[in-house]
């Protein structure tokens, strides 16, 4: 079982208590990734959501849509996540995401999630709203930092 003092240290979870992160806890796997590797490509199914516990990510996007040419967009390190739109939305991967150096990941895959909510609706209830608030306080952050530096008129 993951440690819920590592899961704490994750925006998505800061507001849990220790039961509810014990609970994800016990679903929550560990994965670890060479140099290079691809974690997952754009237009992929995807059901799981990946926490970086140590090393970094480089997201990928294509250049021109019909271009063999790709752009690093951005990097995430560790205590960041990624996954979460197809995690939550169910639809497809909406970009290409690396491995830069070794990479250890937690991953927490939709129907472990499923069934914590499901075991007890009420909790299940109260641990989905605490992380949708922080997906949503993360919406709001990105919003005044794009603001604050020009990009809203």
């Keep these: 079982m993951v440690d819920i003092e590592l899961l704490r240290k994750f925006s998505l979870f800061k507001d849990l208590d220790d039961p509810q992160l014990e609970k994800l806890a016990g679903h929550i796997k560990e994965r670890r990734y060479a140099h290079g590797d691809i974690i997952c490509s754009q237009g992929d199914q995807g059901d799981e959501i990946f926490f970086i516990k140590r090393g970094a990510v480089s997201v990928v996007l294509p250049l021109y849509r019909f271009d063999s040419q790709y752009k690093t967009v951005s990097e995430i ?3 960041e996540f990624f996954g979460e739109l ?3 939305d169910g639809k ?3 970009a290409n995401i690396r491995s830069k150096g070794i990479l250890e990941l937690l991953v927490l895959s939709r129907q472990d999630y ?3 909510v499901k075991e007890n609706l009420k ?3 109260q ?3 605490k992380i949708i608030a922080g997906l949503v306080g993360m919406i709001r952050e990105m919003n005044e930092a794009y ?3 020009g990009f809203l008129v």
């Design 123 to 125: 909790e299940g209830c």
């Design 77 to 79: 390190g560790p205590g």
């Design 86 to 88: 197809s995690f939550f």
């Design 114 to 116: 499923d069934k914590v």
């Design 92 to 94: 497809e991967r909406s």
């Design 127 to 129: 641990i989905q709203s």
């Design 147 to 149: 603001s604050s530096a």
